[in-house]
């Protein structure tokens, strides 16, 4: 069994004419819904053992938050790949993942991550059936257990939506 945190980044400033999408920062209202998530994250099982996190701004500020916040050092990998990255592109990246890491949490942007969920969630833990429904809001998680032994044996609906985290709630 392999797992999949799905994390959004973190509420950042808003779009600007004069500012490129790939430098925005987090704003106070991100980095404290950050810390909530990493809260949560700090307590769940199974544990991150890696983190892949897109090249913009925001992404790499909330897993740093993430990182900073967890019980033990997790590595963190910044991709450019990953900035805006389609749900395909994603299914194709994670399929690379080295086999000896069993968790990992993917930082990234919507609607990808979102469309990734969609694609990998075959069945849902009690509860959460219609998680996927609603919106996948800033500084929000899905855990996703993985019903495989390696990463490139990773395709759709081999998923269960096994825990959420709304920043939005917490």
């Known amino acids: 069994m392999k797992y999949l945190y799905i994390i959004r980044h973190a509420k950042a400033e808003p ?10 920062k987090l704003v106070a209202k991100g980095i404290n819904r950050a810390n909530s998530l990493s809260n ?4 769940k099982t199974p544990n991150i053992e890696k983190i892949y996190c897109s090249s913009s ?7 740093d938050i993430l990182v900073n916040g ?3 050092l997790v590595n963190r990998t910044i991709d450019k790949e990953l900035y805006a990255a389609s749900e395909e592109k994603m299914m194709n990246y994670i399929s690379l993942i080295e086999d000896k890491i069993n968790s990992v949490g993917l930082v990234g942007h919507q609607p990808g991550l979102q469309e990734l969920a969609y694609i990998l969630v075959g ?13 996948f809001s800033t ?3 899905i855990l996703v257990g993985l019903n495989i032994k390696r990463w490139d044996q990773v395709s759709p609906r081999v998923g269960i939506l096994a825990d959420y985290f709304d920043s939005k709630n917490s």
């Open 123 to 135: 069945n849902y833990a009690e509860g959460y059936d219609k998680v996927l429904d609603s919106n």
């Open 70 to 72: 967890l019980s033990k």
């Open 40 to 43: 949560w994250l700090k307590n």
């Open 15 to 24: 779009s600007a004419h004069d500012l490129d999408d790939h430098d925005r």
């Open 57 to 63: 701004k925001r992404t790499i500020e909330t897993a």
């Open 139 to 141: 500084s929000s998680a």
